[in-house]
T-cell receptor
Protein backbone atom coordinates (compact mmCIF):
# COMPACT_ATOMS: atom_id res chain seq x y z
CA UNK A 1 0.00 0.00 0.00
CA UNK A 2 1.18 3.50 -0.82
CA UNK A 3 -0.80 4.88 2.14
CA UNK A 4 -1.69 8.57 1.83
CA UNK A 5 -0.13 10.38 -1.11
CA UNK A 6 -0.09 14.09 -1.85
CA UNK A 7 0.88 16.13 -4.90
CA UNK A 8 2.61 18.41 -5.50
CA UNK A 9 5.32 18.46 -2.83
CA UNK A 10 6.09 22.13 -3.41
CA UNK A 11 4.15 24.93 -5.06
CA UNK A 12 4.60 28.67 -5.49
CA UNK A 13 1.55 30.75 -6.41
CA UNK A 14 0.94 34.40 -7.02
CA UNK A 15 -1.80 36.17 -5.10
CA UNK A 16 -5.15 35.55 -6.76
CA UNK A 17 -4.20 32.36 -8.53
CA UNK A 18 -6.15 29.17 -7.95
CA UNK A 19 -4.91 25.62 -7.63
CA UNK A 20 -5.83 22.17 -6.35
CA UNK A 21 -3.81 20.13 -3.89
CA UNK A 22 -4.28 16.44 -4.54
CA UNK A 23 -4.68 13.75 -1.89
CA UNK A 24 -5.29 10.04 -2.38
CA UNK A 25 -5.33 6.99 -0.15
CA UNK A 26 -5.42 3.31 -1.03
CA UNK A 27 -6.54 1.93 2.34
CA UNK A 28 -10.28 2.18 1.65
CA UNK A 29 -10.61 4.69 4.48
CA UNK A 30 -13.91 6.50 4.79
CA UNK A 31 -12.62 9.47 6.76
CA UNK A 32 -10.24 11.98 5.18
CA UNK A 33 -9.13 15.42 6.27
CA UNK A 34 -6.94 18.38 5.42
CA UNK A 35 -4.74 20.26 7.90
CA UNK A 36 -2.46 23.22 7.62
CA UNK A 37 0.66 23.59 9.73
CA UNK A 38 2.01 27.00 10.58
CA UNK A 39 4.88 27.94 12.92
CA UNK A 40 3.57 28.59 16.40
CA UNK A 41 0.03 27.48 15.46
CA UNK A 42 0.42 23.73 15.23
CA UNK A 43 -1.82 21.72 12.92
CA UNK A 44 -5.31 23.06 12.29
CA UNK A 45 -8.17 21.28 10.57
CA UNK A 46 -9.40 22.87 7.34
CA UNK A 47 -12.04 20.46 5.99
CA UNK A 48 -12.92 16.84 6.47
CA UNK A 49 -15.02 14.12 4.88
CA UNK A 50 -16.68 11.11 6.48
CA UNK A 51 -17.37 9.40 3.16
CA UNK A 52 -17.85 9.92 -0.55
CA UNK A 53 -20.19 12.84 -1.16
CA UNK A 54 -20.00 14.10 2.44
CA UNK A 55 -17.77 16.99 3.49
CA UNK A 56 -17.77 19.51 6.32
CA UNK A 57 -15.80 22.45 7.62
CA UNK A 58 -13.08 22.32 10.20
CA UNK A 59 -11.49 25.07 12.25
CA UNK A 60 -10.08 27.21 9.40
CA UNK A 61 -12.14 26.59 6.23
CA UNK A 62 -12.22 30.08 4.71
CA UNK A 63 -10.59 30.32 1.28
CA UNK A 64 -10.67 26.57 0.68
CA UNK A 65 -13.10 24.20 -1.02
CA UNK A 66 -13.22 20.41 -1.00
CA UNK A 67 -15.19 17.65 -2.66
CA UNK A 68 -15.23 13.89 -2.26
CA UNK A 69 -16.46 12.12 -5.36
CA UNK A 70 -14.65 8.86 -4.62
CA UNK A 71 -13.48 7.09 -1.47
CA UNK A 72 -9.86 7.36 -2.59
CA UNK A 73 -9.51 11.05 -3.45
CA UNK A 74 -9.99 14.24 -1.45
CA UNK A 75 -8.68 17.32 -3.30
CA UNK A 76 -8.31 20.72 -1.64
CA UNK A 77 -8.97 23.77 -3.80
CA UNK A 78 -7.63 27.25 -3.20
CA UNK A 79 -9.99 29.55 -5.03
CA UNK A 80 -7.96 32.77 -4.94
CA UNK A 81 -4.65 32.35 -3.18
CA UNK A 82 -3.60 34.84 -0.52
CA UNK A 83 -0.24 35.23 1.27
CA UNK A 84 -1.97 34.11 4.49
CA UNK A 85 -2.37 30.70 2.88
CA UNK A 86 1.37 30.17 2.78
CA UNK A 87 1.71 27.02 4.84
CA UNK A 88 2.40 23.31 4.80
CA UNK A 89 -0.70 21.28 4.00
CA UNK A 90 -1.23 17.74 5.21
CA UNK A 91 -3.88 15.26 4.18
CA UNK A 92 -4.84 12.48 6.58
CA UNK A 93 -7.13 9.48 6.61
CA UNK A 94 -8.49 6.94 9.04
CA UNK A 95 -10.70 3.91 8.68
CA UNK A 96 -13.98 5.69 9.39
CA UNK A 97 -15.51 8.44 11.47
CA UNK A 98 -15.07 6.36 14.61
CA UNK A 99 -12.36 8.24 16.42
CA UNK A 100 -10.74 5.23 18.04
CA UNK A 101 -8.85 4.43 14.86
CA UNK A 102 -5.35 5.57 14.03
CA UNK A 103 -4.86 8.49 11.64
CA UNK A 104 -2.38 8.29 8.78
CA UNK A 105 -0.78 11.35 7.24
CA UNK A 106 0.58 12.17 3.82
CA UNK A 107 4.03 13.72 3.27
CA UNK A 108 2.66 17.26 2.91
CA UNK A 109 2.59 20.03 0.32
CA UNK A 110 4.63 23.15 1.01
CA UNK A 111 2.80 26.13 -0.50
CA UNK A 112 4.15 29.65 -0.86
CA UNK A 113 1.91 32.50 -2.01
CA UNK A 114 3.70 35.65 -3.11
CA UNK B 1 -12.62 24.49 24.01
CA UNK B 2 -10.52 21.36 24.20
CA UNK B 3 -6.80 22.09 24.11
CA UNK B 4 -3.59 20.11 24.05
CA UNK B 5 -0.31 21.44 25.39
CA UNK B 6 3.18 19.99 25.37
CA UNK B 7 6.18 20.73 27.52
CA UNK B 8 8.98 21.37 27.06
CA UNK B 9 8.80 23.19 23.73
CA UNK B 10 12.39 22.15 23.03
CA UNK B 11 14.82 19.73 24.60
CA UNK B 12 18.49 19.02 23.98
CA UNK B 13 20.11 15.96 25.54
CA UNK B 14 23.34 13.98 25.10
CA UNK B 15 23.16 10.63 23.40
CA UNK B 16 22.25 7.73 25.66
CA UNK B 17 20.01 9.63 28.05
CA UNK B 18 16.52 8.49 28.90
CA UNK B 19 13.99 11.26 28.45
CA UNK B 20 10.35 12.11 28.98
CA UNK B 21 8.11 14.28 26.84
CA UNK B 22 4.86 15.56 28.32
CA UNK B 23 1.41 16.12 26.86
CA UNK B 24 -1.55 17.63 28.72
CA UNK B 25 -5.17 17.94 27.62
CA UNK B 26 -8.05 19.89 29.05
CA UNK B 27 -10.88 17.33 28.88
CA UNK B 28 -10.55 13.79 30.21
CA UNK B 29 -13.38 12.51 27.98
CA UNK B 30 -11.27 11.14 25.13
CA UNK B 31 -11.35 8.32 22.60
CA UNK B 32 -7.59 7.99 22.32
CA UNK B 33 -4.27 9.79 22.18
CA UNK B 34 -1.71 9.44 19.40
CA UNK B 35 1.99 10.34 19.43
CA UNK B 36 3.65 11.37 16.16
CA UNK B 37 7.16 12.12 15.05
CA UNK B 38 7.90 14.80 12.45
CA UNK B 39 11.32 15.23 10.88
CA UNK B 40 12.20 18.66 9.46
CA UNK B 41 10.39 19.28 6.19
CA UNK B 42 8.67 15.92 6.36
CA UNK B 43 5.27 14.49 7.18
CA UNK B 44 3.98 12.91 10.37
CA UNK B 45 4.88 9.38 11.35
CA UNK B 46 2.62 7.67 13.87
CA UNK B 47 4.56 6.28 16.83
CA UNK B 48 1.98 5.04 19.30
CA UNK B 49 -1.80 5.06 19.71
CA UNK B 50 -3.26 4.68 23.19
CA UNK B 51 -6.98 3.99 23.52
CA UNK B 52 -8.85 5.59 26.41
CA UNK B 53 -9.15 2.21 28.13
CA UNK B 54 -5.37 1.64 28.08
CA UNK B 55 -2.70 2.86 30.49
CA UNK B 56 0.32 2.50 28.24
CA UNK B 57 1.70 1.33 24.91
CA UNK B 58 5.22 0.27 24.03
CA UNK B 59 7.13 0.10 20.78
CA UNK B 60 10.83 -0.63 20.94
CA UNK B 61 12.55 2.09 22.97
CA UNK B 62 9.34 4.11 23.18
CA UNK B 63 6.77 3.88 25.94
CA UNK B 64 3.69 6.08 26.13
CA UNK B 65 1.51 6.30 29.20
CA UNK B 66 -1.96 7.75 29.63
CA UNK B 67 -3.61 9.14 32.75
CA UNK B 68 -7.05 10.32 31.68
CA UNK B 69 -8.14 11.55 35.07
CA UNK B 70 -5.28 14.03 35.25
CA UNK B 71 -5.35 14.80 31.53
CA UNK B 72 -1.76 13.75 30.92
CA UNK B 73 0.32 11.52 28.71
CA UNK B 74 4.06 10.99 28.70
CA UNK B 75 6.31 9.65 25.98
CA UNK B 76 9.38 7.95 27.40
CA UNK B 77 12.36 7.44 25.09
CA UNK B 78 15.01 5.08 26.40
CA UNK B 79 18.69 5.29 25.50
CA UNK B 80 18.22 8.22 23.13
CA UNK B 81 20.11 8.32 19.82
CA UNK B 82 20.92 11.17 17.40
CA UNK B 83 18.41 9.60 15.01
CA UNK B 84 15.67 10.37 17.53
CA UNK B 85 16.11 14.08 16.85
CA UNK B 86 12.77 15.36 15.55
CA UNK B 87 9.63 17.14 16.66
CA UNK B 88 7.24 15.00 18.66
CA UNK B 89 3.54 15.79 18.44
CA UNK B 90 0.74 14.66 20.69
CA UNK B 91 -2.83 14.53 19.32
CA UNK B 92 -6.01 13.78 21.25
CA UNK B 93 -9.43 12.61 20.03
CA UNK B 94 -12.04 14.16 22.30
CA UNK B 95 -15.50 12.65 22.89
CA UNK B 96 -17.39 15.88 23.43
CA UNK B 97 -16.58 17.32 20.03
CA UNK B 98 -18.06 16.69 16.60
CA UNK B 99 -16.69 13.45 15.17
CA UNK B 100 -14.90 15.15 12.36
CA UNK B 101 -13.26 17.90 14.37
CA UNK B 102 -12.23 16.16 17.53
CA UNK B 103 -8.60 15.38 16.70
CA UNK B 104 -6.61 18.19 18.36
CA UNK B 105 -2.84 18.55 18.10
CA UNK B 106 -0.41 19.91 20.62
CA UNK B 107 2.30 22.36 19.50
CA UNK B 108 5.05 19.74 19.70
CA UNK B 109 8.37 19.24 21.47
CA UNK B 110 11.50 19.72 19.39
CA UNK B 111 14.10 17.16 20.48
CA UNK B 112 17.80 17.29 19.71
CA UNK B 113 19.98 14.35 20.72
CA UNK B 114 23.64 15.29 20.61
CA UNK B 115 26.29 12.70 19.68
Amino acid sequence: NAGVTQTPKFQVLKTGQSMTLQCAQDMNHEYMSWYRQDPGMGLRLIHYSVGAGITDQGEVPNGYNVSRSTTEDFPLRLLSAAPSQTSVYFCASRRDRESSYEQYFGPGTRLTVT
Amino acid sequence: KQEVTQIPAALSVPEGENLVLNCSFTDSAIYNLQWFRQDPGKGLTSLLLIQSSQREQTSGRLNASLDKSSGRSTLYIAASQPGDSATYLCAVSFLRVNYGQNFVFGPGTRLSVLP
